[in-house]
């Protein structure tokens, strides 16, 4: 009961960056990085990145040309749009969902610089390392 009068806020800094956020299943479904729909639903940490998904592509109209592969837990979607004003495209990956080889996959997608943007738990869970390991493999 203490926690429903005293509840948390959440201030959302929006991404002042055009941007397109494209994530994909069995075919591409466009959605917004910070979507405050979720702000009335039973899971407010939707609001980022509208949870997690197999990957994402961000593409901004950033005045840069570099690009990042983001590998990430549910923890990494909130910072993910404070990354838009400084990278033209950003791929989003959850290990945990994604099921194609990661390293051919990067590769395709001609990407260099990858970012892992996880709960610190995480890193040291013997089971998050053997998926990355295992998508390696693929």
């Known amino acids: 009961m203490k926690l429903e009068a005293n509840p948390d806020t959440i201030v959302l800094y929006k991404p002042y960056t055009k941007h397109e956020y494209v994530v994909h299943y069995a075919g591409p479904l466009r959605m917004e990085p910070l979507d405050q729909s979720h702000a009335a ?66 590769e395709k997608q001609g990407i260099r610089k990858v970012l892992f943007l996880n709960n610190t738990e995480t890193t040291t869970n013997q089971e998050f390392t053997e998926l990355i390991t295992a998508s390696m493999k693929r």
Do not use: C, M
Not at 57 to 78: H, Q, W
């Open 41 to 106: 639903k039973k899971n407010k940490y939707r609001i980022f990145l509208s949870g997690d998904r197999p990957w994402g592509k961000i593409r901004t109209e950033a005045d840069s040309a570099r690009r990042l592969a983001v590998i990430k837990d549910s923890y990494g979607n909130a910072f993910i749009p404070f990354l838009l004003p400084h990278y033209k495209e950003i791929i989003v990956i959850d290990p945990r969902q994604f099921n194609e080889p990661l390293l051919g996959f990067l």
